[in-house]
C-alpha cells in the first residue's frame, strides 16, 4: 500500500476504468445474455462443479430456485513456468507497470480469479471493487506472483462453454386461502403511494402479451385504466395464472423437459428429454402363426419406454386381444370376461380398446400414446385361427457399445418375419448397429463379417461357421429350416471335427422361417353354428372360404380359386334330443255349479323323455294339446231358503238384545248374489218372500244391574318443549245401566283403583330460548295504540343467553284498540256479560276482549272521557 501514497491520481484513474471493466459483461438480474465469443479473449477453461440449489424464492406456492457454478482454468495453466498467452491491450490502465495494482479476490475453493462469463461464455462479474483489496491465497500468489492484476489486460480470463447459472420451478407447500397470490401482493404495495395525486387499491392486470406479462401492471380497484408500476415483477412470479412459465429477471421463462427454466428442451419422438431422435426405433412387425390351443396366449412383449403404440388384428375374428400387466396382473379382457371397448389405465400410459363391428371389416385394436413406464404383455384369447395382428411401436434404443469385441467373424441370420426393426428417416448418418445384439427384447438382424477377419490375440484356433440350412419344413407356402453350422479352422479355412470348437460357443440352431412357392388354394370351412331347435329335428350352418398358403402366412382367396374343389356343404340337419309329449296328469274335476251349465277342468302338461316336465314348446311340433278345460251340465236349477244358525251371543249384556242369522235364498246350491234378488242363478225363479225364514230374534241375559268404573282420557301435550315436563289426563267416574251412561260422582267410583292423572314426560334436548313478559295496557284506548312488553334469551338453566335464534326472537310491540274513538252504540254493539258495569269501573275497556264483550258500555266510556293514553 506504500506505493499508493500520494499518488492520487491513480485512484482517479481506476475510477474511470471500473466502467469500462463492467462493459465485458451483460448481466440482467443475474442472468447472463450470451453474446458471440471473441477469439484470442483467453484461455480455455472448465466448468467447475454445480453447487447445491438455493432456497425457493417463495415461502409458499411457486417459486425459483438457483444455481451456479464457476468457469476455473485448469490446473496445468497455473504452473509459474508456463507462459501466458499474450493479449492486446483493451483499457487505459494496461499502460501501468505490473503489480502497481492490487490484485483482486480469489476464492480458496477455486483456481480462477474472477467468477465470470466472458462475453458470454462465462459466469456473471463476481467480486465488486470493494474486495480488490482483500488477500489471495498462499498458492496462487505462489504461483502466479504479480502477473494476475486486474490492471493487466494481459491476465488470463478463462473461457468456458455454456450457461454458469441454471434455474428451476420449486413448489412449497401451498399458500394459505386468505393470502393473496405474489402479483397481487406486488401491486398492493403501492396502495400508500400517490398516483396523479390520488391513493388508489391496486389489483393485478394480468390482460397482456409478450414481454408485458413479466411486468407490474397494475389496475385500480373500480377503474378501467392500468399502471406499469415496475418494469419486472420479482423472480418466481408466474407470467399469467394458471400458466407453468414464470417469470425471471423481467423475462418469461418456460420449463423444459429436464426442470430447468428457459433451457428449451423438449422430448424428442421417443420421449427422450432433449433428444434428437437419433436413438428412436421404429419397432414392427405381423404375427401371422395360426396359433396354439383355445384360450390364452402370449403374442408380444412390449418394454418399458415404449411410444405411440398400435396394435390390431388384421380382419375380424372371434379372437380377442387381451393385455396384462407386471406380475400377471390383468387389464383389459382377463379372467375369462370381454371387457367393452373404452380407455383403461396401466403401464403409466392409457391404452385405448377398440372393437368395430364385423360389418366394417376391421378388427379389435389397441393403441396407446406411451411412454410406457413398465412392461406389458399382450395375450390372444384363441378361439378359432389367427386372423393376424400388426404390432407397431417406437423405442429409445441407443446401439451399445461393446468393450471387447469378439474376434469370431459375425454368423449372419435371418430375421423372423413376426419382428421387423426399422430406424427412422434422419438425415444425419446413425452409429452402426452391433451384430446380434439384442435391444429391449427385439432381435437385431446381424451383418455380414468381413471377408478376412484379422485374428486377435488369444483367440481359439478355430469357430462356428454357418454353412447352409436344413431342407424347409414345408414344400409350399410358410415353413422353417434349421441353420447347419461346421467348425471351421482359422488359419486354413478347412473343416475340423466339431470337439476343437468350443461347445459353449456353437450358435444355437433356432428355426427360422423359410418360403416355398404359394400352396394349391383350399376350402376352409368355420365351426358349424348350434342346431336351430332345442330338441326334435333342426339345421345348422357354417361358414366357407377359400384360402391359400403363400410364403407370408395364410390368407382368404376369391371363390372362384376353389371352383374345380368339390364344395363342402355350409347346411347339415341336427337333433340335439327327442322332443316332449303331451301327458294328461289328472282326471276331469267336478262341474263348476251344481246345477245349469258350468266348467271341469284337468292337468295336462309337456314331459321329456325321461319324465320330467319340460316347456310347452317342446311338445309343440308333436300332436296337438289335449284339452284341460270343457263344459259341464247339471240340469235345471232349483230354489229354496236357506239359513244358518243363530249367533252364540246376545246383542246385549244385559237386558233385551238381538240375535242374528244369515238367510239366503240358493238355486240348487248356488247362493244367490246381491244383485239378483231373490231369483235362481240362469232359471228365472225365485223363493217365495212369504216363506223366508226370520234373521233376527229377542234374547236376553238376565235383568241389568247399574255399575261403576273409571274412565280416562287421552293424555295431553308434555307440559315442557323441551327437558323433563308432565302430561295429564282427565279420569271421571261414569255409572251405566244397560246402555245408558251417566257422569257421577268420583266417590261412586271409590271402591276402584284410580287410574293416574299425571305422569311425567321427556321433550326434545333443551336449546337457549326467548322468553317474553306478558303485553302491557293498550297506550290508548281508540285510534290506535301500542303495547309493548320484555323479550329475553335464556338458557336451560334460566340464565341470560345470547345464543338464541335471532330470526326467532318475538317482537317487542305491537298496536291495539285501532277502532276510531268515535264508535256509537249501535244494535250489533250490545253487551254480553252481566259484569260490564264492573269492568267500566275496573277500566278494562282498554283490552280488545272487554271493548267486545260489553261492547255498549264501554262505547258510552270512550263518548264520556277524553282521548288520553290509559
Not at 484470442?40 to 425457493?56: F, I, K, T
Not at 310347452?616 to 236349477?637: I, K, V, Y
Not at 231373490?678 to 228365472?684: C, D, Q, R
Amino acid at each position: 500500500m506504500e506505493n499508493w501514497t500520494g499518488r492520487p491520481w491513480l485512484y482517479l484513474l481506476l475510477l474511470l476504468s471500473l466502467p469500462q471493466l463492467c462493459l465485458d459483461q451483460e448481466v440482467l438480474s443475474g442472468h447472463s445474455l450470451q453474446t458471440p465469443t471473441e477469439e484470442g479473449q483467453g484461455p480455455e477453461g472448465v466448468w467447475g462443479p454445480w453447487v447445491q440449489w438455493a432456497s425457493c424464492s417463495q415461502p409458499c406456492g411457486v417459486g425459483v430456485q438457483r444455481r451456479s457454478r464457476t468457469c476455473q482454468l485448469p490446473t496445468v495453466q497455473l504452473h509459474p513456468s508456463l507462459p501466458l498467452p499474450p493479449r492486446p491491450p483493451r483499457h487505459p490502465e494496461a499502460l501501468l507497470p505490473r503489480g502497481q495494482g492490487p490484485r483482486p479476490q480469489t476464492s480458496p475453493e477455486t483456481l480462477p480469479l474472477y467468477r465470470t462469463q466472458s462475453r458470454g461464455r462465462g459466469g456473471p462479474l463476481r467480486g465488486p471493487a470493494s474486495h480488490l483489496g482483500r488477500e489471495e491465497t498462499q498458492e496462487i500468489r505462489a504461483a502466479r506472483s504479480s502477473l494476475w492484476s486486474l490492471f493487466a489486460p494481459s491476465s488470463p480470463i478463462p473461457r468456458c462453454s455454456g450457461e454458469s447459472e441454471q434455474l428451476r420451478a420449486c413448489s412449497q407447500a401451498p399458500c394459505p386461502p386468505e393470502q393473496p397470490d405474489p402479483r397481487a401482493l406486488q401491486c398492493a404495495a403501492f396502495n400508500s403511494q400517490e398516483f396523479m395525486g390520488q391513493l388508489y387499491q391496486w389489483e393485478p392486470f394480468t390482460e397482456v402479451q409478450g414481454s408485458q406479462r413479466c411486468e407490474l401492471n397494475c389496475r385500480p380497484r373500480g377503474f378501467r385504466f392500468y399502471v406499469r408500476h415496475t418494469e419486472k415483477v420479482q423472480d418466481g412470479t408466474l407470467c399469467q395464472p394458471g400458466a407453468p412459465d414464470i417469470c425471471v429477471a423481467g423475462r418469461c421463462l418456460s420449463p423444459g423437459c429436464d426442470g430447468i427454466l428457459g433451457s428449451g428442451r423438449r422430448p424428442d419422438g421417443c420421449g427422450v428429454c432433449g433428444g434428437d431422435d437419433s436413438t428412436c426405433r421404429l419397432v414392427s412387425g405381423n404375427l401371422t402363426d395360426r396359433g396354439g390351443p383355445l384360450g390364452y396366449q402370449k403374442i408380444l412383449w412390449i418394454p418399458a419406454g415404449a411410444l405411440r403404440l398400435q396394435i390390431a388384428q388384421l380382419r375380424p375374428s372371434s379372437n380377442y386381444l387381451a393385455l396384462r400387466g407386471p406380475g400377471g396382473r390383468s387389464i383389459i379382457n382377463g379372467n375369462w370376461a370381454v371387457d367393452p371397448p373404452g380407455s383403461y389405465r396401466a403401464g403409466g400410459t392409457v391404452f385405448r380398446y377398440n372393437r368395430p363391428p364385423r360389418e366394417e371389416g376391421k378388427g379389435e385394436s389397441l393403441s396407446a400414446e406411451g411412454p410406457t413406464t413398465q412392461p406389458v404383455d399382450v395375450y390372444m384369447i384363441f378361439q378359432e385361427e389367427n386372423p393376424g395382428v400388426f404390432y407397431q411401436y417406437v423405442i429409445s434404443s441407443p446401439p451399445p457399445i461393446l468393450e471387447n469385441p469378439t474376434p469370431e467373424p459375425p454368423v449372419p441370420q435371418l430375421q423372423p418375419e413376426i419382428l421387423r426393426v426399422e430406424p427412422p428417416l434422419a438425415p444425419a448418418p446413425r452409429p452402426a448397429r452391433t451384430p446380434g445384439t439384442l435391444q429391449r427384447q427385439v432381435r437385431i438382424p446381424q451383418m455380414p463379417a468381413p471377408p478376412h477377419p484379422r485374428t486377435p490375440l488369444g483367440s481359439p484356433a478355430a469357430y462356428w461357421k454357418r454353412v447352409g440350412h436344413s431342407a424347409c419344413s414345408a414344400s409350399c407356402g410358410k415353413g422353417v429350416w434349421r441353420p447347419i453350422f461346421l467348425c471351421i479352422s482359422r488359419e486354413s479355412g478347412e473343416e475340423l471335427d466339431e470337439r476343437s470348437c468350443a461347445a459353449g460357443a456353437r450358435p444355437p440352431a433356432s428355426p427360422e422361417p423359410c418360403h416355398g412357392t404359394p400352396c394349391p388354394p383350399y376350402w376352409e370351412a368355420g365351426e358349424w353354428t348350434s342346431c336351430s331347435r332345442s330338441c326334435g329335428p333342426g339345421t345348422q350352418h357354417r361358414q366357407l372360404q377359400c384360402r391359400q398358403e403363400f410364403g407370408g402366412g395364410g390368407s382368404s382367396v376369391p371363390p372362384e380359386r376353389c371352383g374345380h374343389l368339390p364344395r363342402p356343404n355350409i347346411t347339415q340337419s341336427c337333433q340335439l334330443r327327442l322332443c316332449g309329449h303331451w301327458e294328461v296328469g289328472s282326471p276331469w274335476s267336478q262341474c263348476s255349479v251344481r246345477c245349469g251349465r258350468g266348467q271341469r277342468s284337468r292337468q295336462v302338461r309337456c314331459v321329456g323323455n325321461n319324465g320330467d316336465e319340460v316347456s310347452e314348446q317342446e311338445c309343440a311340433s308333436g300332436p296337438p294339446q289335449p284339452p284341460s278345460r270343457e263344459a259341464c251340465d247339471m240340469g235345471p236349477c232349483t230354489t229354496a231358503w236357506f239359513h244358518s244358525d243363530w249367533s252364540s251371543k246376545c246383542s246385549a249384556e244385559c237386558g233385551t238384545g238381538i240375535q242374528r242369522r244369515s238367510v239366503v235364498c240358493l238355486g240348487s246350491g248356488a247362493a244367490l248374489g246381491p244383485g239378483q234378488g231373490e231369483a235362481g242363478a240362469g232359471t228365472g225363479q225365485s223363493c217365495p218372500t212369504g216363506s223366508r225364514p226370520p234373521d233376527m230374534r229377542a234374547c236376553s241375559l238376565g235383568p241389568c244391574e247399574r255399575t261403576w268404573r273409571w274412565y280416562t282420557g287421552p293424555w295431553g301435550e308434555c307440559s315442557s318443549e323441551c327437558g323433563s315436563g308432565t302430561q295429564r289426563r282427565d279420569i271421571i267416574c261414569v255409572s251405566k245401566l244397560g246402555t245408558e251412561f251417566n257422569v257421577t260422582s268420583p266417590s261412586n267410583c271409590s271402591h276402584l283403583p284410580r287410574p293416574p292423572a299425571l305422569q311425567p314426560c321427556q321433550g326434545q334436548a333443551c336449546q337457549d330460548r326467548w322468553f317474553s313478559t306478558p303485553w302491557s295496557p293498550c297506550s290508548r284506548s281508540c285510534q290506535g295504540g301500542t303495547q309493548t312488553r320484555e323479550v329475553q334469551c335464556l338458557s336451560t338453566n334460566q340464565t341470560l343467553s345470547t345464543r338464541c335464534p335471532p330470526q326467532l326472537r318475538p317482537s317487542r310491540k305491537r298496536p291495539c284498540n285501532s277502532q276510531p274513538c268515535s264508535q256509537r252504540p249501535d244494535d250489533q254493539c250490545k253487551d254480553s256479560s252481566p259484569h260490564c258495569p264492573l269492568v267500566v269501573q275496573a277500566r278494562l275497556c282498554v283490552y280488545p276482549y272487554y271493548t267486545a264483550t260489553c261492547c255498549r258500555s264501554c262505547a258510552h266510556v270512550l263518548e264520556r272521557s277524553p282521548q288520553d293514553p290509559s
